[in-house]
């Protein structure tokens, strides 16, 4: 695929989605101007990628960094709020301050800014569909049928859609990740978190629900397609592959060399140490997997995690590297830099 851009800006390129799309589109040799919030941080995921020039700032304060748009072709936008989940509580103020508005305050520099071409970074919590069915971009979901976060991106993604109305010479369009995995997973997000559990045997039992499982290298090939041959206003999805977390956590114990759970902890006890999560979360101001949100979450979006890719292989090309792969990436990377002893 031919690259018809010469400079990128990323937001987010510290997160496991933008920095392996910086590192994707280095390889091809744009250049990015890439957004973080720590230059260390930034210095850590970039090492060694020429071209690839550091922007301090986040969305919270998008006109401290604007200037910085200046002179790009396209950008990226991965950056979001997303771990209201690991804390418990409502996290409604800063998903709508970050997600919504920040998006929306992005892009209105971004067009003042000259820059025509916006890929957003959408997700499948924007669609829906009946238990077991195959779900495609057209099974939309209604904000009222939505929790927090889910309703932060759609509201996201209805921010792009009114810009684009109002700007008629706009070019945007929308890609749909999955529950991405992959290395350089600093934050670590909660796929990384899981394979650090098992890994060290920290995974009390199985939990129920089911997932769509993607590797981040795969969204960013997507992301970078949907900038060249998307469609204008299309939304596009890179789900990846559906698995039941009674399926996922064997082979990372088979991959890690480890025991693992074999039995579902029960719904009651789950929401038992949901709330015991919470409560420490509250006490220490750490982060945690499991919270009632999440439990509520795995509960009412159970086998919702088939999804049709019909539209982004035909359009973008799109094909999916096997999951086995993307599990021992995953791990090889965490254990080259330190977080688990090799072998």
């Known amino acids: 695929m031919n690259i018809n851009f010469e400079t990128a800006f990323v937001t987010g390129a510290t997160g496991l989605l933008g920095n392996n799309l910086v590192k994707a589109l280095h390889s091809q040799g744009v250049r990015v101007k890439a957004l973080v919030r720590s230059i260390a941080k930034g210095q850590q995921q970039c090492a060694g990628l020429a071209n690839v020039e550091l922007v301090q700032g986040d969305l919270n304060d998008v006109s401290a960094w604007a200037p910085a748009l200046r ?118 997000t909660s796929s990384g978190q899981l394979l650090l559990d098992v890994a060290k045997g920290k995974l009390p039992g199985l939990v129920p629900g089911s997932f769509s499982i993607v590797d ?23 789900a990846g592959q559906h698995m039941t977390m009674s399926e996922l956590v064997p082979l990372l114990g088979q991959l890690c060399n480890v025991k693992t759970p074999r039995k579902t902890i029960p719904g009651p006890l789950l929401m038992v140490l949901a709330g015991m999560q919470e409560m420490y979360a509250r006490i220490t101001g750490k982060p945690i997997l499991l919270s009632l949100a999440t439990v509520r979450l795995m509960r009412k979006e159970a086998n919702r995690t088939h999804f049709n890719h019909t539209k982004s292989e035909a359009e973008l090309k799109l094909r999916f590297r096997p999951l086995e792969e993307t599990l021992a990436d995953t791990l090889h990377w965490y254990q080259t830099h330190g977080w688990l002893p090799r072998g």
């Open 71 to 188: 002179g790009c072709d396209v950008v990226f936008h991965t950056a979001a709020y997303f771990r209201d989940n690991y804390k418990g509580g409502s996290h409604w103020n800063a998903l709508q301050r970050i997600n919504v508005d920040g998006t929306r305050t992005a892009l209105a520099h971004a067009y003042e800014a000259g820059v025509r071409r916006w890929v957003q970074t959408s997700s499948i919590a924007v669609l829906n569909g009946k238990p077991g069915s195959l779900i495609d971009e057209s099974h939309t979901r209604a904000v009222e049928d939505a929790d927090d976060y889910y309703r932060s991106k759609i509201l996201a993604d209805q921010t792009v859609l009114d810009c684009m109305e109002a700007h008629p010479d706009l070019f945007a369009n929308f890609v749909l990740p999955g529950w991405m995995w992959g290395p350089a997973d600093i934050g670590p």
């Open 216 to 238: 981040a290298r795969d969204v960013a090939q997507a992301q970078i397609a949907a900038a060249i041959t998307g469609r204008r206003g299309e939304r596009y999805l890179a």
